[in-house]
């Protein structure tokens, strides 16, 4: 209730109410979108939000309304409607009811139409195992062969490590320097082909 022991009912209170309950369900869709959080996504999400009063509080106080009189008309009025309950109660319904779609939405495409991401998460434990039982093979690196491996080898998953760790690729004969010198493509292949 007001002062005057009525509650705010104006047009003024309903602005107020709606732009609020509207501020913070594009921040919260926001914050649903953002998949990597850091320090400055939130502090801009939030930050915000609490931008928004600050900014709302001072366009509804008496100091911008004797600056500019004709301008600002609503003196009191932020400060008013959000001292009720029930208008906090509304704002925060209003959010679940706007954001409802959007969470039921992302659930059903998740469930119904799973990305790849979503399929490897739910089979997580299948693929653990898979794993682990490609850890349990063999090393191909054994003690006393030469140590000219490339580290390359273990930046990857599968598909190269045997390939590095075989030497195929980094043990090639070089062609003769009178041959490359000359262009004498014919030496250099079977340089190569000799490796």
Partial sequence: MGQDGEAPSDYQSFAVTTASALVITVNFQMGLDTSYWTFVNAFSIFGSIALYFGIMFDLHSAGIHVLFPAAFQFTGTAANALRQPYLWLTIILTVALCLLPVIALRFLTMTIWPSESDKIQKNRKKYKAEEEEWKRRPSVFRR?????????????????????????????????????????????????EAS
Avoid: C, M, P
């Fill in 144 to 192: 006393g062969i030469s140590g000219r491996r490339s580290a390359y080898a273990f930046s990857h998953q599968r598909g190269y490590a045997d390939l590095i760790a075989s030497g195929r690729n980094i043990r090639r004969r070089r062609a003769s320097l009178t041959a490359v010198l000359s262009n004498n493509s014919v030496e250099i292949r079977q340089g190569e």
